[in-house]
C-alpha cells in the first residue's frame, strides 16, 4: 500500500470526496482516506502524479509520504505532533478578547444596561457599526472557515467548513441589511423603526458561531492528538546513535549510517541500536519496550537481539542483521502507522452518509426558511432557524467515530503486543467464533523436554541420566537434545564415549570405557534387553500422555526409563478455557499422530482435536470450518501459512517464521497464547466503541436538525438560538472522540479466570481447592544485587514443582515461598545456589 499525505480536509465529506475522487483513477483498486491522520493509503498500479493530480481537482492537496527524503525517527515523531491545537489556540484566544467586547455592546448594554460612552450612548447606528467592526475582525481572525468553506463549495464538494462559513456569513449578511436599513430610518427620523432594527442585529450570533466551532476544532484537534500517543511512543524508543566498530577503532555514528554486516557493541545501561546477533558478550536485555515483559531475558553468543532493547548488566559485541526500516521496533511503527491508514469495513455506512450529508442540510436549511417565511414568520426568524440547522449539523462527528476508536485501539493492542496490520483485522477478530489452534509452538513449546525419568531398582534418577546423556552426545536428533539439556541443569557432565553408532529401528549403541550402553524405543529395546513388566506398562502410560518414553541399558540390563515431550506452555490451559468462557468454540488442529494430539489436547482443554493433517489438508480443514462461523487460525510455521491466510482472521505467534507473520493479519508480540483471547477482546471491545459513536453521532443529528428548523415550535414552543447550535456541534466531535479515548482504560486481558482448567490433574485440582495445605517458608539469600537477580531466583524456585509461589527481593535479601506440600530445606538451598547466590538461613 502507497500512502499519501493529504492537506485541506476538514470533515467526514472532505474524506469522502478525496476518496471518491482518487477511486476513480484508472489503475487503483482501493483508496482509504484517514482524516484522523490526515493520509490515505493507495492500492493499485496509478502512478503518483495521476493520484495526486485527482486529489488537486477535487479541491484539496497531496503528496507521496516517500517523496520526502528519508526521515529520521525524531523527524517522523515530530511529523506526528499535534501542530494544530497550538494554531487553534493562539485563533481562539483572540476571537474570545473581541467577542467579549462585541457581546458587552450587543447584549450588556441591550439586556442590562451597562454603561457605553457617551458619543455612544443612544446612537444605535454608531452601536450596529461598532459591533459590525468587531464582527468583521473575528471573521478575519477565522478566515479558514470561509477560505476552505467556499472554496469547497465551489468545486461541487461542500463540507463542514460550507456549513460554518454559510452559517455565520448568512447572520453577518442579514445584520449588515439590517444596519444599512435603519440608518435609512434614522435620516427619516423614524426612530420605531431604528429600535425595530437595533433588534434584527445577529452580528453576535455570527461571532459566536466561529468562536464556539473554533473551541470545538480545538478539543477535537487536542483529543485527536492523544489518539496517536501509542505510535509517538514507540518511535521514541527508536534510538539515535549506535557506537560501531570501524577499522578497528569504535565510533559513534548516526543510527542511519548502520549497515547489515556491521559491528556494533552495546555496554550495560545502553539501548540496542538495531537488529542484530551477540558474537561476543552475555547480559540480561530488558525486552519491555517491545514485548511488555518486564523480566529480562539472558542474553549470550548466537542469541538474538532487538533494536530498542536495554542492555542491563554485561558488555555485548553484536553483528547487524537489520537495520533501517527492517528492524522490528520499525516493522512494528509500520503496522500501526499502516492500520491508522487503513478503515474498517463498519466506517463504509458513515462515509455513504457522509458524502451526501453537507448538501442535504444545506437543502434543509434553505426549506426551513422558505417554510417559515410561507408561515407567516419574519425574515429575522426564518433567517435564524435556517442558520440554525447550518451550525448544528456536525458531519465530523460521523467521520470520526470509526477512525478515532481504530487508532486507539490499534495503539492499545501495540502497547500489549497485539499488532493488528490493518483496520479489517481490527474489526473481524472481535466476530471470532472459532479458534483454530496449531499445537506445536502455539499450544506446546516447541522444544522437547525431558518430563519423566523412572530408573530400574539398581539405579538412581541421577545415575540414569548419567548414562542418558554419555549415550545420546553423540546424537544430533531433537530428543537428544532435550536429553543433554536436562542433564545440564542438573549439573550432570557426560563422559566421552566411543564407537557410537544409530542403529536402525530407532536405537543408538556407544561404549564408554568397558561397558556398552544401549537406548532407543521400547520396541526396539525389547529386542536387545529383558523389559519387566512393570516398566513396559509404565512406558505404555506414558505414551498415551503424548510423551515419548525412551529405554536405556548398560551392557544388556535394563537401566530405566527417561520420557521426552513437547510440553505445553503455562498459559496454554488458561487461554483456552478464556476463550471458552467468551463462547469460542476452541480447535487442535495438528500434523502428529492422534494418540499424541489427543493427550495435549485434553491438557490444554480444547473442544475438538483434527490430527494427522497436512499443511494443505489444514486450510481444507479451515475452509470446512468457516462453513460454521468466523474462525481465526493461530499459527507460528511455514505450514500454517495456508490455513492463516485461508482463516479469516490469521494470527502469528511472534516468535514463529516470517512467512507465518506475513501470512496472518493479527501478530502476537509476546508468543503467548493468552493474547489470543486478549486480542479478541480488545476488537469487541474497539468495535463496541465504534457502535456507540456511531449511534450518537447519529442520534445527535436526528434530534439536533429538527430542533434547530423549529419542528416542535408549534407545538411545544421549542426553538434554538444559532449560538447554542454552534455550541452543540462544537462538543459533538469532541464527545466522539473522547469517547473513543475511553479504550485507554480497557484491560485487554480482563479479570483472572478463576475457573478450573478443564483438563487439570487431580492433583492440581486439589493445590487449587485446598489453600489451607499451602506452606510458607522465608530464605535469606546474600549476592541478590539487583532486579534480574530476583527475577532468576524467582524463576527457579518455582520451577520446583511443590512451590507454587516465590516473592523475592533484593533489597531484604530475602524470598518467601510458598508451596503446596513441604519442600525440603536442601531442595530449596540447592536451587538458589544453583544459580550462584547463598542461602544462609532458612525459617
Keep these: 500500500m502507497k500512502q499519501y499525505e493529504v492537506t485541506g480536509m476538514s470533515c467526514a465529506a472532505c474524506s469522502a470526496r478525496v476518496e471518491k475522487a482518487v477511486s476513480k483513477v484508472p489503475g487503483v483498486t482501493s483508496c482509504s482516506v484517514s482524516l484522523l491522520t490526515n493520509s490515505m493509503g493507495v492500492e493499485g498500479t496509478a502512478t503518483d502524479q495521476e493520484i495526486v493530480n485527482a486529489v488537486v481537482a477535487a479541491g484539496y492537496g497531496a503528496a507521496p509520504k516517500g517523496a520526502k527524503k528519508e526521515q529520521t525517527a525524531a523527524e517522523e515523531e515530530e511529523a506526528l505532533k499535534d501542530h494544530e491545537t497550538p494554531k487553534l489556540r493562539k485563533r481562539l484566544i483572540a476571537s474570545v478578547i473581541f467577542l467579549v467586547v462585541l457581546m458587552y455592546f450587543s447584549m450588556g448594554h441591550m439586556m442590562w444596561g451597562w454603561p457605553v460612552p457617551a458619543a455612544m450612548k443612544d446612537?444605535?447606528?454608531?452601536?450596529?457599526?461598532l459591533q459590525m467592526l468587531l464582527t468583521i475582525i473575528i471573521m478575519v481572525i477565522n478566515q479558514k472557515f470561509f477560505v476552505s468553506g467556499f472554496t469547497s463549495l465551489l468545486h461541487g464538494a461542500p463540507n463542514m467548513d460550507t456549513l460554518v462559513a454559510l452559517g455565520a456569513g448568512a447572520s453577518f449578511g442579514y445584520s449588515t441589511y439590517a444596519l444599512f436599513a435603519m440608518t435609512g430610518a434614522q435620516v427619516r427620523g423614524d426612530m420605531d423603526a431604528?429600535?425595530?432594527?437595533?433588534?434584527?442585529?445577529?452580528?453576535?450570533?455570527?461571532a459566536m458561531i466561529l468562536t464556539l466551532i473554533t473551541v470545538g476544532k480545538m478539543l477535537e484537534s487536542h483529543a485527536k492528538g492523544r489518539t496517536t500517543d501509542a505510535l509517538k511512543s514507540l518511535m521514541r524508543l527508536a534510538p539515535?546513535?549506535?557506537?560501531?566498530?570501524?577499522?578497528?577503532?569504535?565510533?559513534?555514528?548516526s543510527i542511519a549510517e548502520v549497515r547489515q554486516g556491521d559491528i556494533f557493541v552495546v555496554r550495560p545501561g545502553e539501548n540496542i541500536p538495531v537488529d542484530g546477533i551477540v558474537i561476543e558478550g552475555s547480559s540480561a536485555v530488558n525486552e519491555a519496550a517491545l514485548t511488555g515483559e518486564s523480566i529480562p531475558v539472558d542474553k549470550q553468543k548466537g542469541s538474538s537481539v532487538s533494536a530498542a532493547t536495554t542492555n542491563?548488566?554485561?558488555?555485548?559485541?553484536?553483528?547487524?542483521t537489520?537495520?533501517?526500516?527492517?528492524?522490528?521496533l520499525s516493522q512494528i511503527i509500520k503496522m500501526v502507522s499502516d492500520a491508522a491508514a487503513t478503515k474498517a469495513p463498519i466506517a463504509k455506512i458513515a462515509d455513504?452518509?457522509?458524502g451526501v450529508f453537507v448538501p442535504t442540510v444545506i437543502i434543509i436549511a434553505g426549506i426551513t426558511i422558505i417554510v417559515w417565511l410561507i408561515a407567516g414568520k419574519d425574515v429575522g426568524f426564518a433567517l435564524a432557524r435556517g442558520i440554525s440547522v447550518l451550525v448544528i449539523s456536525c458531519p465530523c462527528a460521523l467521520g470520526l467515530a470509526t477512525p478515532v476508536a481504530i487508532m486507539v485501539g490499534n495503539g492499545m493492542g501495540a502497547k500489549n503486543g497485539i499488532l493488528f496490520k490493518n483496520a479489517v483485522a481490527l474489526e473481524n477478530a472481535g466476530k471470532t467464533q472459532i479458534v483454530a489452534l496449531d499445537k506445536t509452538g502455539t499450544i506446546t513449546t516447541g522444544e522437547p523436554r525431558v518430563t519423566d525419568i523412572l530408573p530400574a531398582k539398581e539405579y538412581t534418577e541421577r545415575e540414569l541420566m548419567q548414562l542418558a546423556a554419555d549415550l545420546e552426545s553423540s546424537s544430533e536428533h531433537p530428543l537428544a537434545k532435550a536429553v543433554m539439556e536436562h542433564a545440564k541443569t542438573s549439573g550432570i557432565s557426560n563422559t566421552a564415549v566411543h564407537d557410537f553408532q544409530a542403529l536402525p529401528g530407532n536405537g543408538l549403541s556407544a561404549v564408554r570405557g568397558e561397558d556398552l550402553l544401549l537406548g532407543g524405543s521400547v520396541s526396539y529395546m525389547q529386542q536387545k534387553v529383558s523389559v519387566d513388566v512393570a516398566m513396559t506398562e509404565q512406558a505404555k502410560k506414558l505414551a498415551e500422555e503424548g510423551k515419548t518414553p525412551l529405554l536405556f541399558a548398560k551392557n544388556h540390563t535394563c537401566a530405566g526409563l527417561v520420557a521426552v515431550a513437547d510440553t505445553i506452555k503455562e498459559d496454554s490451559p488458561q487461554a483456552v478455557a478464556k476463550l471458552r468462557e467468551m463462547g469460542i468454540r476452541v480447535i487442535m488442529l495438528t500434523g502428529d499422530n492422534e494418540r499424541t494430539a489427543k493427550a495435549i489436547g485434553a491438557q490444554a482443554g480444547v473442544d475438538e482435536v483434527i490430527a494427522g493433517v497436512l499443511p494443505e489438508e489444514k486450510e481444507a480443514e479451515i475452509r470446512k470450518l468457516r462453513e460454521h462461523g468466523r474462525v481465526a487460525m493461530v499459527g507460528d510455521g511455514?505450514?500454517?501459512?495456508?490455513?492463516?491466510?485461508?482463516?479469516?482472521?490469521?494470527?502469528?505467534?511472534?516468535a514463529g517464521t516470517d512467512v507465518a507473520i506475513d501470512a496472518a493479519s493479527v501478530v502476537l508480540v509476546k508468543s503467548r497464547l493468552r493474547d489470543v483471547p486478549a486480542a479478541i477482546r480488545l476488537s469487541r471491545a474497539t468495535l463496541r466503541n465504534i457502535h456507540e459513536n456511531l449511534f450518537w453521532a447519529f442520534f445527535y443529528n436526528v434530534i439536533g436538525i429538527p430542533l434547530a428548523a423549529g419542528v416542535w415550535y408549534p407545538i411545544f414552543g421549542w426553538k434554538l438560538n444559532p449560538m447554542f447550535g454552534a455550541a452543540a456541534m462544537s462538543l459533538s466531535s469532541f464527545c466522539v472522540v473522547t469517547n473513543a479515548l475511553r479504550l485507554n482504560l480497557f484491560s485487554v486481558h480482563g479479570k483472572a479466570n478463576k475457573k478450573a482448567v478443564p483438563a487439570a490433574k487431580p492433583t492440581e485440582m486439589k493445590i487449587s481447592e485446598s489453600e489451607e495445605t499451602k506452606m510458607t517458608k522465608t530464605m535469606h539469600i546474600e549476592g541478590m544485587m539487583c532486579g534480574h537477580c530476583e527475577a532468576t531466583v524467582k524463576k527457579a524456585l518455582e520451577a520446583l514443582p511443590e512451590v507454587t509461589s516465590a516473592e523475592v527481593s533484593h533489597e531484604a535479601g530475602t524470598a518467601v515461598v510458598t508451596s503446596s506440600t513441604e519442600v525440603a530445606d536442601d531442595v530449596l538451598k540447592k536451587t538458589v545456589e544453583e544459580k550462584d547466590y547463598k542461602v544462609t538461613a532458612i525459617d
Excluded: W
Design 123 to 129: 446612537n444605535h447606528v454608531a452601536m450596529g457599526m
Design 194 to 206: 431604528v429600535m425595530g432594527y437595533m433588534h434584527e442585529f445577529y452580528f453576535e450570533s455570527a
Design 240 to 253: 539515535k546513535t549506535a557506537t560501531v566498530v570501524r577499522d578497528g577503532q569504535e565510533v559513534t555514528v
Design 312 to 320: 542491563q548488566s554485561g558488555f555485548l559485541r553484536c553483528e547487524a
Design 322 to 328: 537489520r537495520v533501517g526500516e527492517d528492524t522490528t
Design 352 to 354: 455513504k452518509v457522509s
Design 638 to 654: 511455514i505450514n500454517d501459512a495456508p490455513a492463516l491466510t485461508r482463516a479469516d482472521t490469521g494470527i502469528a505467534i511472534g
